[in-house]
């Protein structure tokens, strides 16, 4: 059965008409297609043509020449960014990333036979009413199968990435990795590993924010061997058996915990790498030497996968919040706390991130298979005393003070400077533990004191 055209977006189909009206051929290509035929909305819109990019571009008023030397212009229309791609083969793949030549062909069956897997080697022209589908990429989609075009090996070794975008897609879209293909991703990690880290990175990034369940892409990654040349540190958990209060053993409660995290970039990281750290922080416990403790392993987690996120070159921020994540999400909160210890660890925390912090805890006690209940009794009496505290708008930081840093060299008469900080970062113990005292003149009034204690630490 054909997609609906209807699916197509007008400007879209506005490019193909004019490509048509040029006498040029134009189909629908890649990832559109396959997914259209799945019953799934499309995003990206791929143009494959015999026109030549020069051609493509005279065509359009609003053009991008993103690959002129590969056959790609981007068509800018209302609504998307159109890549329209003239048909072309592709010489030998000499350093497993890219073709060493392009040449540019008439037919969309030669430019499907380059494509890495069968399902996304599907062309589709709409206006005709046209399926070419000569790797019969529809029928795998039918059967749920991923399937390498040609020899999967070939294919896998043209592209080092294309290994791990077999576990992705199978991942991702739900498809049973076709066993030759499976079977060739172990033979093609020498290639992966030329493969840049950005491109990994991009990956990994949709295996675990689209997968359904990310477990099931993890679980790919430890057999082909490709979690071995992404996050090692990994292995480590395979087989480490916890306590009594764990059911599963350190990776199988990992990939549970991935699973029930929400597809949010940050918080999945997190769960990822929650627990990295307890196979090296192991140790006997007294009462039953067959089970083991992981004391800090929270505070090693944070540095192993602050190790590890800039390894795969994440952006920064994104790095720290996760550290931040992973080192927070193990104490257990205690009904008999005083406010002060609350707002102290709510200013550690910080509010802006509870509710990734809550989504990676209650991710952790639901993977556990133990004791389930009591722990997310706890936390739920965990998130209303500290919504409570936030409601009281006490001050948590240094910039909820009643007063700044102007004020504080202003009526000291001192410099700027990092005593300036510290005595700021006194202030607000003091408030964490009296909020009352965060006034303009209840500060003020407190300055000299903490200097006083300050200058006598610390003279500068």
Not at 47 to 71: I, N, Y
């Amino acid at each position: 059965m054909l997609p609906d055209p209807a699916a197509v977006p007008p400007d879209v189909m506005a490019v193909l008409r004019t490509l048509r009206a040029a006498g040029k051929q134009a189909w629908l290509a890649g990832g559109a297609v396959r997914d259209l035929l799945r019953g799934k909305p499309a995003d990206d819109f791929d143009v494959a043509t015999d026109a030549l990019p020069e051609q493509v571009v005279k065509l359009f008023p609003r053009v991008v020449p993103t690959g002129m030397q590969h056959g790609t212009v981007t068509v800018l229309t209302a609504e998307h960014k159109v890549e329209v791609t003239t048909f072309r083969g592709e010489g030998p793949y000499l350093d497993g990333r890219r073709p060493s030549s392009v040449t540019f062909l008439g037919d969309i069956d030669g430019d499907l036979a380059r494509r890495d897997f069968t399902v996304n080697a599907i062309a589709w022209d709409p206006i005709a009413g046209v399926l070419r589908d000569p790797f019969s990429g529809a029928e795998d989609l039918r059967r749920c199968r991923l399937r390498a075009v040609g020899d999967p090996l070939a294919r896998f070794r043209e592209d080092g990435l294309r290994p791990l975008r077999a576990v992705r897609f199978a991942c991702t879209l739900r498809l049973a990795l076709d066993p030759a293909t499976r079977r060739a991703i172990p033979a093609a990690l020498d290639v992966f590993s030329k493969v840049a880290t950005e491109r990994v990175r991009d990956e990994l990034i949709k295996l675990l924010v689209r997968g359904a369940p990310p477990s099931r892409g993890l679980r790919l990654l430890l057999r082909t061997g490709l979690l071995a040349r992404i996050i090692p540190e990994l292995l480590e958990s395979v087989n480490f058996a916890q306590n009594r209060y764990h059911r599963w053993d350190v990776w199988r409660h990992t990939l549970r915990c991935l699973d029930f995290a929400p597809p949010d970039l940050v918080v999945r990281l997190a769960a990822l790498l929650h627990d990295v750290a307890k196979p090296r922080c192991a140790g006997p416990r007294e009462s039953a030497p067959d089970e083991h403790t992981f004391y800090d392993h929270e505070k090693v987690g944070a540095q192993l996968a602050t190790e590890i996120l800039q390894r795969l070159k994440f952006p920064r921020r994104e790095t720290e919040r996760v550290a931040h994540l992973v080192a927070e999400h193990n104490w257990y909160y205690r009904p008999d706390w005083n406010d002060a210890t609350v707002r102290r660890v709510l200013a550690r925390v910080a509010p802006a991130e509870l509710p990734a912090l809550w989504a990676l805890r209650t991710a952790d006690l639901k993977a556990r298979g133990r004791l389930i209940e009591e722990g997310l009794a706890n936390q739920a009496q965990a998130e209303a005393r500290f919504q409570r505290e936030i409601d009281r708008a006490a001050a948590l930081k240094i910039t909820d003070l009643a007063i700044g840093g102007e004020d504080v060299m202003r009526e000291l008469k001192i410099g700027p400077g990092r005593l300036v900080g510290e005595i700021l970062s006194r202030l607000l113990e003091r408030v964490l533990d009296e909020p009352d005292l965060n006034t303009r003149k209840g500060l003020l009034r407190l300055l000299p004191e903490v200097h006083r204690e300050l200058s006598t630490m610390n003279p500068q």
